[in-house]
């Protein structure tokens, strides 16, 4: 069973500071990570996608990716109240191309930035 | 600007009742999935398809068949709809290798 595990949250921090989303995954062999953000009661929208090692920026998020320590993180500077939303983080594994691009998410954190 | 539409935001639907939910999506993607998420379970894999009449089931596909009779639509059928079916559904597509774009979701209340 291949399984993507988040930081349990709620995560709160104060306008301005820096957030820091993580998230675990067992399979080796998963070549594609993504990150989602989704408002109450809203659809999850893709916000950042990495494949290879290293951090990928974009804006004020910040995707990093260690796949030996299988693990991806999500770091959002500059923290707006705008930000307040779950986030997920999804994996794919491409075993021969017969995943069809399925993703496994993780149960995902509820963020909140205060004022 | 690129979409996947869903037919219904919100459904009513009485127990018993066979329920419909459509998505188009308008990127000539190859897969598309239908989920539901219901609080504290996350996002639970329904049924997905990677070609025009090809379908595999996920996790939960008991009480649900899908349909995809052209490559952009991909229809959810609940069978005999049951109150533990009250959900929102989101249905997704995406290219291999890549995310994917969500529609809005169809909030369904079975009463």
């Known amino acids: 069973q291949k399984e993507v595990e988040q930081n349990s949250g709620p995560l709160s921090v104060p306008e301005g500071a820096i957030a820091s989303l993580n998230c675990t995954y067992s399979d080796r062999g998963s070549q594609s990570f993504f990150w989602y953000r989704q408002y109450s009661g809203k659809s999850p929208e893709l916000i950042m996608s990495i494949y290879s090692n290293g951090d990928k920026e974009d804006g004020r998020f910040t995707a990093q990716l260690n796949k030996a320590s299988q693990y991806v993180s999500l770091l959002i500077r500059d923290s707006q109240p705008s930000d307040s939303a779950t986030y997920l983080c999804a994996v794919n594994w491409d075993a021969g191309g017969t995943s069809y691009g399925k993703l496994t998410f993780g149960q995902g954190t509820i963020l909140t930035v205060h004022p | 600007d690129v979409k996947v539409t869903q037919s219904s935001r919100y459904l009513v639907k009485r127990t018993g009742e066979k329920v419909f939910l459509e998505c188009v999506q308008d990127?000539?993607?190859?897969?598309m999935f239908w989920y539901r998420q219901d609080p504290g379970l996350g996002l639970r894999l329904i049924y997905f398809?990677?070609?025009?009449?090809?379908?595999e089931k996920g996790d939960i596909p008991e009480g649900y068949s899908v349909s995809r009779e052209k490559k952009e639509r991909f229809s959810l059928i609940l069978e005999s709809a049951s109150t533990n079916q009250t959900s929102m559904y989101l249905c997704a597509s995406s290219r291999q290798g890549y995310g994917y774009t969500f529609g809005s979701g169809t909030r369904l209340t079975v009463v």
């Open positions: 990127m000539d993607h190859e897969n």
């Open positions: 398809s990677y070609d025009v009449k090809m379908k």
